[in-house]
């Protein structure tokens, strides 16, 4: 039956108080992000019994209601003429609802805002730099031999994919440029700018800064004799564009506040670039990028030192850091491991917790025997976390039943042990689900599939087992996702 898409907004929109409650909307891939003047009149219980609703919860000042791909922006477009509010962006939303945050939800909402943007293009390089990873593996599919070794017709290809692979990660600095300085409000062009100034041909290459300092043989910018700037190019690093953007924003906003409009056009860019790119070259550049080797070292160090429970500690608390919205954090990590250390033991535990989700809700499709429309939420929602998109089956299944959600974190957790013990890293961030083999250094691939039965298996039989007791309670349809 077709779903009345007008009708479950004004469902949603009566149980959160009514129109004069919302002050903006807008959505994700599988929510309503709302910004509501008053937390206290929504009715949360009614929320959820709205037709399509899996779930609903409050996080950094924003009220969410997970609807699922697709569904959410037609319901959307019947919210916001319900109630009479213009089209918002998430990132206004949650600007407005940032003002009831405290300081480290703030800090996670500033990494949020820059990296989500930018992750389908991460997301793709990391996928393609996985298949040319196949097909540069040697024996993999030829024996002694890479596919390319054994058809040499199959390098024009290869070069092809390899250059598309590498775009995003060697321009990276111009990609978080433009996200991170329309987020601190300034100019995206100059942050661009900002960005590729950082990765620009005549700067030594980071990747070859480590032999060139061995060698005593750093090239610099000799500046009137009074000191000298490293020639050193920033290609793949976070941090160092983050705080560029942040400087070029303000200087930028802090000239357009005194220089008079008619020569601000002149004044401001030219002042704003020169001063920023000084500062970036000559002191930001080399602070963060010592900054980020620290985080990076510092983590690859204590999953050498103590992996098992490193890896238990980030499967069991991976999902519970989705629900605060913490775990953005993470991509800024891992992008800087793969800079520093050409690749990440991170996202492989972050696919397997996504995959540990689906199977658990999927478990409940097979518990819920005789309720159609949760049967019909637990298996579109395991389908959607098997493919990276976990917030269906955590707040629509896994989080109202308590238990499954447990099941998963345990299932994570003893994948994540695993493929630690076994230094099972990526080469960059792919989909976070099934897919995720991908984008695992190939002579690993049959060990992070070990892993991903592990993450299948552990929460699956778990949630069956458990539900046998939970349904003796009667907890099961105490907790039903409505």
């Given at each position: 039956m077709k779903a009345d898409y007008r009708q479950i907004a004004a469902d949603i929109l009566e149980a959160i108080g009514g129109k004069d409650n919302v002050d903006k909307a807008a959505h994700c891939v599988t929510r309503l992000r709302l910004s509501l003047k008053d937390q206290s009149k929504v009715d949360e219980a009614k929320v959820k019994e709205a037709d399509l609703v899996k779930g609903a919860f409050e996080?950094?000042?924003?009220?969410?209601?997970?609807?699922?791909a697709g569904d959410v922006e037609r319901v959307y477009a019947e919210f916001i003429k319900l109630a009479g509010l213009e089209a918002a962006t998430v990132a206004e939303v949650k600007s407005a609802g940032g003002k009831k945050m405290n300081p480290l939800q703030k800090l996670v909402k500033v990494f949020s805002d820059v990296f989500m943007p930018i992750i389908p293009a991460i997301i793709v390089a990391g996928l393609l730099m996985g298949i040319n990873n196949l097909l540069a593996s040697e024996g993999l599919f030829v024996e002694d031999a890479t596919l390319i070794e054994a058809y040499p017709n199959l390098q024009g290809i290869w070069d092809l994919i390899n250059m598309m692979a590498n775009t995003a990660f060697v321009f990276l600095p111009a990609l978080v440029g433009w996200s991170a300085t329309k987020r601190f409000g300034g100019s995206e062009v100059l942050g661009i700018v900002m960005g590729l100034l950082l990765v620009h041909p005549d700067l030594l290459n980071a990747w070859g800064y480590g032999t060139a300092a061995l060698e005593g043989d750093v090239p610099t910018f000799d500046i009137l004799g009074l000191f000298e700037i490293e020639k050193v190019g920033y290609q793949g690093q976070i941090?160092?564009?983050?705080?560029?953007?942040?400087?070029?924003?303000?200087i930028e906003i802090f000239?357009?506040?005194?220089?008079?409009?008619?020569?601000?056009?002149?004044?401001?860019?030219?002042?704003?670039?020169?001063?920023?790119?000084?500062?970036?070259?000559?002191?930001?550049?080399?602070?963060?990028?010592?900054?980020?080797?620290?985080?990076?070292?510092?983590?690859?160090?204590?999953?050498?030192?103590?992996?098992?429970?490193?890896?238990?500690?980030?499967?069991?608390?991976?999902?519970?850091?989705?629900?605060?919205?913490?775990?953005?954090?993470?991509?800024?990590?891992?992008?800087q491991l793969v800079a520093e250390t050409g690749g990440t033991f991170i996202w492989p535990m972050i696919a397997l917790s996504n995959i540990a989700q689906g199977s658990a809700a999927l478990a409940m499709f097979f518990v819920y025997k005789h309720n159609a429309k949760q049967k019909s939420m637990a298996s579109t929602s395991a389908i959607s976390?098997?493919?990276?998109?976990?917030?269906?089956?955590?707040?629509?299944?896994?989080?109202?039943?308590?238990?499954?959600?447990?099941?998963?974190?345990?299932?994570?957790?003893?994948?994540?042990?695993?493929?630690?013990?076994?230094?099972?890293?990526?080469i960059g961030i792919g989909v976070g689900g099934l897919p995720g083999f991908l984008s695992i250094f190939t002579d690993k691939i049959l060990l992070f599939i070990v892993g991903m039965i592990i993450a299948i298996v552990v929460p699956f039989?778990?949630?069956?087992?458990?539900?046998?007791?939970?349904?003796?309670?009667?907890?099961?349809?105490?907790?039903?996702?409505?």
């Open positions: 996080n950094s000042g924003v009220y969410q209601v997970v609807i699922g941090l160092p564009v983050l705080a560029a953007a942040f400087i070029l924003s303000h000239l357009k506040k005194h220089v008079p409009n008619a020569i601000q056009l002149l004044v401001v860019p030219i002042t704003a670039i020169v001063v920023t790119g000084f500062l970036a070259l000559a002191i930001v550049g080399p602070v963060t990028r010592g900054l980020g080797n620290v985080i990076a070292m510092s983590l690859v160090n204590v999953f050498e030192a103590i992996p098992v429970i490193g890896a238990l500690l980030f499967g069991l608390f991976y999902a519970p850091l989705v629900v605060t919205g913490m775990h953005h954090l993470f991509i800024a990590i891992d992008l976390a098997y493919f990276g998109i976990t917030e269906p089956a955590m707040f629509g299944v896994n989080l109202p039943n308590k238990f499954p959600f447990y099941s998963a974190m345990i299932g994570s957790a003893t994948a994540a042990i695993f493929i630690t013990l076994n230094n099972v890293q990526a039989v778990l949630t069956f087992v458990l539900s046998k007791r939970y349904m003796k309670k009667g907890e099961i349809e105490q907790n039903k996702v409505a």
